[in-house]
């Protein structure tokens, strides 16, 4: 049972930080892909960044790339989403996400091959 939780969204002011946690328990493999995946009311889901486990290969979207930088932490099964210099238009529930089928290439415009998905974390930017 694959589970993936995400936590840290919070109201921030434009132009502040704030840094997401993405933690999978159940997997099976510990080689894979984890996106972040945003969707504001109203508008179609948007992938922002992806990373592959083993950690060389890293993915953005040309919205947030240069503000956000997505990484694996010490612990192997949190990844972790900074984002910096955030605007308005960041506003949005993030998802993380995870395709166990990737043999080390990630792709967030693709969001049907993440099968699994955290409830989200809100962000809020004013």
């Known amino acids: 049972h694959v589970q993936l939780v995400e936590s840290g969204g919070d109201s921030v002011q434009a132009g502040g930080s704030l840094t997401l946690s993405c933690v999978v328990s159940?997997?099976?493999?510990?080689?894979?892909?984890v996106g972040w995946f945003r969707q504001a009311p109203g508008k179609e889901r948007e992938g922002v960044a992806a990373?592959?486990?083993?950690?060389?290969?890293?993915y953005y979207s040309d919205s947030v790339k240069g503000r956000f930088v997505i990484f694996q932490d010490n612990v192997k099964n949190t990844v972790r989403l900074q984002m910096y210099r955030l605007e308005t238009n960041d506003t949005a529930k993030y998802y993380c996400?995870?395709?166990?089928?990737?043999?080390?290439?990630?792709?967030?415009?693709?969001?049907?091959?993440?099968?699994?998905w955290g409830q989200g974390t809100q962000v809020t930017v004013s």
């Open positions: 990373i592959f486990t083993v950690g060389t290969r890293t």
């Open positions: 159940g997997a099976r493999k510990s080689r894979y892909c």
């Open positions: 996400a995870a395709d166990f089928g990737s043999n080390g290439y990630c792709y967030i415009d693709l969001s049907t091959q993440y099968t699994a």
